[in-house]
């Protein structure tokens, strides 16, 4: 593999592919697994470094090690890093699904121009409803339920249409997140690292919408979809964060109790 000035290079094995760059990562990842670059129980290098490596995004490399993490051949063991579980057959080649960093970018678009059409057709009783799934939210955050009053306000949104197209795309995308394995297992582990709905983010689309005013709700709802892409690419990070941090405070606690006797 070729690289000048921190750029990949046309050369066989670089990433120069029409395919997503992900999917291109992880075919050199599996390639390299195979090998026996990366030996069963050896560890890949860190995001980071994979990142800089390929001349490639965090979430890029982030979508590669999912992808192979569904398809078994990594083991992700968190404040720790991606682990080779096996070798890939000698005639594997990597499958992909929709990622949740697709989905989510669709959903910006769809649901951004979605949220602007509403704007413009949306009931006072759709706008009451709406207020009520905030608070169903606030709720279910406290007990775990949050994301079932997320979607129903999603869906109410694309329902203040009335275009029955909107509606429908706007429902297989909301499937989509438990129908791809790639996209179930991401967000997964936000939920794993307490990721909620947040409740002012969908309070500020709600106003927006009681404005009538499509441009600003397009942007608050583009905005909280942005936020979202934000979430998941940092949902392990924290949850590996707060596991360090309560490790050392199990440390220092321990510290303290010995030099206390």
């Avoid at 678009?109 to 704007?119: D, I, P, R, T």
């Avoid at 994301?147 to 499937?175: G, M, Q, S, V, Y």
């Avoid at 179930?184 to 409740?199: C, D, I, W």
Wanted: net charge negative; proline share 3%.
């Amino acid at each position: 593999m070729v690289r000048r000035n921190n750029e990949t290079t046309a050369q066989p094995g670089a990433l120069a592919s029409q395919d997503r760059l992900y999917q291109e990562l992880a075919r050199q990842l599996v390639a390299a697994i195979a090998s026996g670059q990366y030996a069963v129980g050896d560890r890949l290098p860190a995001e980071r470094e994979l990142a800089a490596e390929f001349n490639v995004s965090r979430p890029t490399v982030r979508e590669a090690i999912i992808a192979l993490e569904v398809q078994g051949l990594v083991e992700v063991r968190v404040g720790s890093g991606a682990y080779v579980r096996q070798r890939p057959d000698e005639q594997a080649q990597a499958a992909f699904n929709v990622t949740a960093f697709e989905l989510t970018e669709a959903r910006l678009l769809f649901e951004g121009e979605a949220a602007a059409l509403a704007a413009t057709q949306i009931s006072e009783a759709e706008l009451a409803e709406l207020d009520d799934l905030v608070r169903d939210m606030a709720v279910g955050n406290e007990s775990g339920d949050g994301e079932i009053a997320d979607r129903a306000f999603h869906l109410l949104i694309a329902r203040a249409t009335r275009n029955a197209a909107i509606i429908k795309t706007i429902d297989d995308l909301w499937d989509l997140r438990l129908a791809s394995p790639e996209c179930a297992l991401l967000h997964e582990k936000a939920r794993n690292a307490q990721v909620k709905p947040v409740v002012p983010e969908h309070t500020a689309i709600v106003e927006a919408l009681r404005s009538r005013d499509p441009a600003q709700a397009r942007a608050a709802m583009r905005a909280h979809l942005g936020a979202v892409i934000d979430h998941l690419l940092f949902a392990t990070e924290e949850r590996a964060v707060e596991e360090a941090r309560r490790a050392a405070q199990t440390t220092r606690a321990r510290y303290a109790r010995s030099v206390s006797v």
